[in-house]
């Protein structure tokens, strides 16, 4: 069954993002139902959406996360939006672009949860006590060696209380973590807030400004890690160009770009 209509609560956001000032967020185009916020996104960049077009729906038919991965969502619980951003700079500035959207959703999860301490796990996910309560998905539209524009795809479990039993052991939610009741237009409006403050410069210059602020929200560092290759060592920190550093039992410290992290 699909959602006839949106929320009251998030059809409030548009007039907070505009309180906040952001760039990001205007025009918001809010969605009872989608096949995927990114793919809304995607297929409007190349019809010529201007950058700060952002996508909200209630219910995502096939939404996604990285590697293929299904995001699954309740109607109307949780927070599933993209954000198009029209950015150039190398390919090899897209990791940090995810890591800095990570930050910004880390933050915006904080506000909402001050009893919490969400964290960020390399490469983008974001945590409450070790539970995943929101992943990000960036995707390029590139024109030869040059990104010309970035999606970055959220969701946010919000109102969520129970969970699949697949996953009831390693997601959790804001109203799980927190004293008061969440509110979905607000937690949008401090994220795409958050955005604007820090993802162009990054993508000039790079996560160096905001290295401080990622050591303290890192979720891995001083852990023992493992990637699926099966190389260990306990993760070091995140360098400038979004790459997780660890360091293997022999002292080399090594930089991972890529793939999935499992704590051992």
Known sequence: MLIRRIAADLERAPGLVAERGSVLGVPMHLLASTTSTNDEAKQAAKDGAPSGSTWVAEQQTAGRGRQGRVWVSPRGENLLFSVLVRVTCPPSRLPPIALVAGLAVRDAVALAAPEAAPRIKWPNDVLIDGKKVAGVLVEAITAGSRVQAVVVGVGINVHTRDFPEDIAGRATSIALASRAPPDRAAVLADVLACLDRDLHVVAARGLG?????????????????????????TASGIDDDGRLLVRRDDGVLTRWSAGEVHLV
């Open 209 to 233: 400004l905001l290295r401080a602020r990622l050591e303290a929200a890192d979720a891995l560092r001083g852990n023992r890690v493992r990637n699926d290759t099966g190389d260990e060592g």
